[in-house]
């Protein structure tokens, strides 16, 4: 298949193979593979922190998803860039802040099938730094991005793309009479007229739903069978469990957790079939499989939605609950099992992929995104020390190690509190209190200061492009 092919400005040092960076600090021990290591990443939508039984759900079954975190690294800090999915989604790819492509609006928080903008032509993604690389490159799911012709994946360094291009509440296509919340709850696939893509092609609109996880892992599958003998980048952005929820006639009531269980485990169903495409090949040894959530959960649905365990708030927020979600690294025979309590974030799989690879990263431009390496091969201490909270291109809330301070505090989606500035910021340790209940800020007045005084420090580097989301109308 002909690769779609812009030519960056990516730095490739001499040679692929992973054992030729072997005595580099940060590389890991040597595979039992041949050649450079197939990356597969896997996200869901609105997944909370809680809703895998590796991550205390009590009756949600997770098999599959539970042997990734018990054969592999299991990460308690791990973070979406943004608490919902555009910006999160373009943080991922790109390694970046989403402001500084304009991924962010002040008016919209994401983009929507009105928006006149996309992920701009001049950013790279992972899968152009992996195209140049000589990799093959997919997406199977929703990409979110950008949906006229200049934006898709296949502008942006995938080969081939099979899923939604935004989220599958949106054209909507209602009744007369019914409401949004309403339709939620008893969704029918004609109520939102998502048209399923492949490539630049539209195949049908609206997507059957209540197919869509079984598709995208038929077509996931396939791309590994195809793509077995050379290496190969695989993005699975699963369009579930975001609401509307719809999921199969053979899991459909399977889960003793309703509706969203039964999602939930027919995504876990899928990352099966996945794995074990992976066994059949014979790749699974040179294969690094990652498997997260673009943010939290979307609380306002009640049991329609996951949960953020014993983390604050949700989807939207910048709380806790709202961008700290699961985070699985697999990679058998490299990467020993374990779980860390060091923070890692999405926004990291840029840096870390190019590094495992034998690459480097762009240098015309400020990259956000850490090497993870020596948390995943244990050669050293976590790199990513901080962590910056962003809604709607502000910032709400600032990491540092083991505190977080809040410089605003905000509900979302009808739900609390309502939007308080504070001074002094909010200060909670995470390390004693990651349900953010207890203000230490009078208690411990030299840790706000060096929390706040590394904001700081942050907001003076952050360059801010466009707010992109906004621009929205008629085409």
């Not at 349900?435 to 907001?459: F, G, K, M, N």
Request: with cysteine; charged share 20%; proline share 8%.
């Amino acid at each position: 298949m002909a690769r779609s092919v812009q030519t960056h400005r990516l730095a490739v040092t001499a040679g692929l193979a992973l054992l030729a960076a072997a005595c580099a600090p940060a590389a890991p021990p040597a595979s039992a593979g041949d050649g450079p290591p197939n990356i597969v990443i896997i996200t869901a939508d609105d997944l909370g922190y809680g809703d895998l039984g590796s991550y205390g759900h009590p009756n949600i079954r997770t098999p599959h998803l539970d042997r990734m975190a018990e054969e592999g690294l299991r990460w308690t800090s791990f973070y979406a860039q943004a608490p919902v999915c555009s910006p999160s989604r373009a943080a991922l790819l790109t390694g970046r802040v989403h402001l500084r492509s304009g991924m962010f609006g002040r008016r919209t928080a994401v983009f929507f099938p009105d928006s006149r903008a996309g992920l701009p032509a001049e950013e790279i993604t992972l899968a152009e730094a992996l195209g140049d690389l000589d990799y093959a490159t997919g997406i199977i799911g929703k990409w979110h991005l950008g949906h006229l012709p200049e934006y898709l994946p296949t502008r942006h360094g995938f080969d081939y793309w099979f899923g939604i291009p935004y989220s599958n509440d949106m054209d909507w296509n209602l009744p007369d009479g019914l409401e949004n919340r309403t339709a939620y709850f008893e969704p029918e696939i004609d109520y939102w007229h998502v048209p399923l893509m492949r490539n630049e092609a539209e195949l049908e609109r609206p997507a059957d739903q209540t197919i869509l996880t079984r598709r995208s892992t038929e077509e996931a599958v396939a791309f590994i069978e195809d793509h077995r003998d050379e290496p190969f980048f695989l993005y699975m952005p699963h369009s579930m469990p975001h609401m509307p929820l719809f999921v199969s006639d053979q899991f459909r009531g399977r889960s003793t957790a309703g509706i969203y269980g039964d999602v939930i485990e027919e995504i876990d169903w899928s990352v099966g079939q996945v794995i074990a495409a992976l066994e059949r090949a014979g790749l699974s040894e040179n294969t690094l499989v990652v498997f997260t959530s673009d943010n939290g959960p979307w609380l306002s649905y009640r049991t329609h939605a996951g949960t953020s365990g014993l983390l604050r708030d949700g989807k939207g927020t910048t709380f806790e609950g709202g961008m700290r979600v699961p985070g699985l690294f697999w990679w058998p025979g490299t990467l020993e099992p374990g779980v860390t309590q060091e923070i890692g974030s999405a926004m990291d799989l840029f840096t870390t992929v190019i590094a495992l690879v034998g690459g480097s990263v762009p240098a015309d431009r400020p990259i956000d995104g850490v090497d993870l390496s020596p948390v995943l091969f244990g050669t050293g201490p976590g790199p990513r020390e901080t962590m910056a909270y962003y809604r709607m291109g502000e910032l709400y809330a600032f990491r540092r190690g083991r505190y977080k301070v809040h410089f605003v505090t905000e509900g979302r989606y009808g739900l609390p509190p309502p939007r308080t500035d504070h001074d002094p910021p909010l200060l909670y340790d995470l390390d004693e209190d990651p349900a953010e209940r207890y203000d230490l800020a009078a208690e411990r007045p030299e840790a706000l200061a060096v929390v706040v005084a590394a904001a700081e420090r942050h907001r003076a580097d952050m360059t801010m492009g466009e707010p992109l989301f906004d621009s929205r109308g008629e085409q």
